[in-house]
């Protein structure tokens, strides 16, 4: 994004300051520019391969997308119940037949201000343990960790007597 072009908007100003302090950089290309298309890379470790950083995009048509999650890009956009559609069947009855569609964001900086919010709600807040080496502690698996692994210090008169450890209930004693 060129940010020279952004600096007037205050909105704009505001979704710059909030990627400065995520530590969200713009890596969109010239061509990508020329499209409309704006392209984030989050200081997340992605999941999935763990090799790379999460990218998402904001594009002129109203989507947002996550751009390297998974086999494909998927719509970061909220869904919504679409009008049902009815077809006559060959015997004369009807089918009916409903779909459900992403709710297009068409102005740019909804995109911007949308995808800033997703991007805190959904890889910042929920992961809050991921850092940013890719290595992700779920609090669950932490905690069960820190219940197996318990060790026992023996000391009388500051010496060291006896070492034990407890892990899955199990009591080991060591020295």
């Known amino acids: 994004m060129n940010r020279e072009k952004y600096m007037g908007d205050p909105r704009y100003a505001k979704v710059l300051e909030k990627m400065d ?11 990508q520019d ?39 890009n998927y719509q970061l956009n909220k869904r919504c119940q ?15 037949f409903e ?6 964001i068409p102005i ?13 709600k959904n890889y910042y807040i929920k ?5 940013a080496d890719g290595k992700y502690v779920p609090k669950w698996r932490y905690d069960n960790l820190a219940d197996a692994a318990r060790i026992d210090y023996g000391r009388s008169d500051g010496a060291l007597q006896n070492l034990s450890v407890t892990v ?8």
């Open 108 to 120: 740019e900086i909804e995109r911007l201000e949308y995808l800033i919010s997703y991007c805190l």
């Open 127 to 131: 992961n809050a343990n991921l850092v």
């Open 82 to 96: 679409g009008e049902p559609e009815y077809f006559k069947l060959a015997n004369g009855d009807y089918r009916k």
């Open 99 to 104: 779909t459900r569609s992403c709710v297009l």
């Open 34 to 72: 020329k499209n409309g298309t704006i392209v984030w890379r989050l200081p997340i470790k992605n999941n999935n391969s763990g090799k790379t950083n999460i990218e998402v995009a904001s594009f002129s048509t109203g989507y947002v997308r996550n751009q390297n999650s998974g086999y494909s």
């Open 168 to 175: 899955n209930g199990e009591r080991y004693k060591i020295i």
């Open 21 to 31: 302090l995520l530590g969200i950089m713009d890596v969109t290309t010239t061509r």
